[in-house]
């Protein structure tokens, strides 16, 4: 079965801090992906950004990266210079594909990380 | 915007009673999911569909089930709520067939089961 964890259940950082989210993935399936999703107090959830497991260049958007390791299986998440507005759930989670090979595109997800940006 | 919207947006029941949630979508998407979320837990699968009456179980579908008899909304019924399934609800979409897609959600659900 595949399971995703992250183990930090709360961070609490001061505005301009950098901070990293982690995440590691069991899985046995060869192809996957994973992603990274923001939940704001408002509770909606937002999509960041998704990797498939061939492609394990680091990715940086903004004031935001991430570090994928096949070879650890994790998919961590940087935010450099944090501000109050990344105060939010950040979620990882892991496509999924059945006995056959077959994904319809379930998501297996984290415990999810509660970031805190104080002022 | 993915045009997914989750009626109701909040609903108080008692234990016992059968609840329907709804999830609409506008952009003919094949694949729906629900998803429930809960402390500690993060979001866990409950059902998905990959078509007009094609649906399959989740990881926690014990006490619901789904019904999509068209395209664009995605049911989900709690026969008889228990307090146990007191959580927040979400709806997603996947906008690929057959590939995995990143799944964009609905405003999601809160249900309490007093």
């Known amino acids: 079965a595949q399971k995703v964890t992250q183990a930090q259940t709360e961070i609490s950082v001061v505005e301009k801090e950098d901070v990293t989210l982690d995440c590691v993935y069991e899985?046995?399936?060869?192809?996957?992906?994973l992603f990274w999703y923001k939940q704001p107090p408002s509770g909606e959830l937002v999509f960041l950004i998704r990797?498939?497991?061939?492609?394990?260049q680091n990715e940086i958007s903004g004031r935001y990266s991430w570090n994928f390791q096949k070879s650890t299986s994790s998919f961590n998440f940087t935010i450099t210079a944090s501000q109050v507005v990344d105060s939010a759930v950040y979620f990882c989670?892991?496509?999924?594909?059945?006995?056959?090979?077959?994904?319809?595109?379930?998501?297996?997800f984290g415990q999810g990380t509660i970031l805190t940006v104080h002022p | 915007d993915a045009g997914i919207t989750q009626s109701p947006r909040h609903k108080v029941t008692e234990t016992g009673t059968p609840v329907t949630l709804r999830c609409h979508q506008t952009?003919?998407?094949?694949?729906m999911y629900w998803y429930r979320q809960d402390p500690g837990h993060g979001l866990r699968l409950i059902h998905y569909s990959y078509g007009v009456k094609d649906t399959d179980k989740g990881e926690v579908s014990d006490g619901y089930s789904v019904s999509r008899s068209k395209t664009e909304d995605f049911l989900l019924t709690l026969e008889s709520a228990t307090s146990s399934q007191t959580s927040v609800y979400f709806c997603a979409i996947n906008p690929t067939s057959g590939e995995v897609d990143t799944q964009y959600f609905g405003p999601g659900t809160r249900l309490t089961v007093l």
């Open positions: 990797r498939n497991s061939f492609d394990e």
């Open positions: 952009e003919n998407h094949r694949y």
């Open positions: 989670a892991l496509s999924e594909t059945d006995a056959g090979g077959t994904s319809y595109g379930k998501l297996t």
């Open positions: 899985t046995r399936d060869t192809t996957y992906y």
